[in-house]
T-cell receptor, first 114, second 116 residues
Framework: AQSVTQPDIHITVSEGASLELRCNYSYGATPYLFWYVQSPGQGLQLLLKYFSGDTLVQGIKGFEAEFKRSQSSFNLRKPSVHWSDAAEYFC????????????FGTGTLLAVQP | DGGITQSPKYLFRKEGQNVTLSCEQNLNHDAMYWYRQDPGQGLRLIYYSQIVNDFQKGDIAEGYSVSREKKESFPLTVTSAQKNPTAFYLCASFSPNPGQGASEAFFGQGTRLTVV
């Protein structure tokens, strides 16, 4: 069965510091992988996605993620965090097949210190 | 602008009442999904519809019902059988990826349901 693990429930970084949010997945083949961001009381917005090809994926707002098959990971990174990046981040995995079912991780809440 | 609209943003329900959450999209997407979000639990799938007039139960369908009579609309009814309905509900539609599986989800702004 598919599953997604986000080991860090809560992370605090200083503004201007680099950021890495961890995501590990369990899936029998190469999945589709996504990172979404959610501001309080809002819906989710897609940051980036990996379907195939280049394992380093660029997204919006200066985020990137790297698919590492050997580690079953899809970690999200940003070289310099801005105060507006404070939000909750969700990693999701999707199956290759007939449906759009996504499995979401439990999320990582990011706080940014001035 | 194309997008997904959920209404209302806040909803209060008395014990024993059924309530219906609205989800409308003008993205011309076939697939629409309902998720429930609780603190620390991520998103859990309630119901989904891959095409008009067809829908499937998700992982936590008990106490919920849906209909899909129009491509644009996928309302969710929270029935009195749902014992713990207080949560944040998110509707999503998916861009086409025919036969290839998961594609990009577009989310509404959510409805926060509270039982009073």
């Amino acid at each position: 069965a598919q599953s997604v693990t986000q080991p860090d429930i809560h992370i605090t970084v200083s503004e201007g510091a680099s950021l890495e949010l961890r995501c590990n997945y369990s899936y029998g083949a190469t999945p589709y992988l996504f990172w979404y961001v959610q501001s309080p009381g809002q819906g989710l917005q897609l940051l980036l996605k990996y379907f195939s090809g280049d394992t380093l994926v660029q997204g919006i707002k200066g985020f990137e993620a790297e698919f590492k098959r050997s580690q079953s990971s899809f970690n999200l990174r940003k070289p310099s965090v801005h105060w507006s990046d404070a939000a909750e981040y969700f990693c999701a995995v999707g199956a290759r097949g007939a449906t759009n079912k996504l499995i979401f991780g439990t999320g990582t809440l990011l706080a940014v210190q001035p | 602008d194309g997008g997904i609209t959920q209404s209302p943003k806040y909803l209060f329900r008395k014990e024993g009442q059924n309530v219906t959450l609205s989800c409308e999209q003008n993205l011309n997407h076939d697939a629409m999904y309902w998720y429930r979000q609780d603190p620390g639990q991520g998103l859990r799938l309630i119901y989904y519809s891959q095409i008009v007039n067809d829908f499937q139960k998700g992982d936590i369908a008990e106490g919920y019902s849906v209909s899909r009579e129009k491509k644009e609309s996928f309302p969710l009814t929270v029935t009195s059988a749902q014992k713990n309905p207080t949560a944040f509900y998110l509707c999503a539609s998916f861009s086409p990826n025919p036969g290839q599986g998961a594609s990009e989800a577009f989310f509404g702004q959510g409805t926060r349901l509270t039982v009073v």
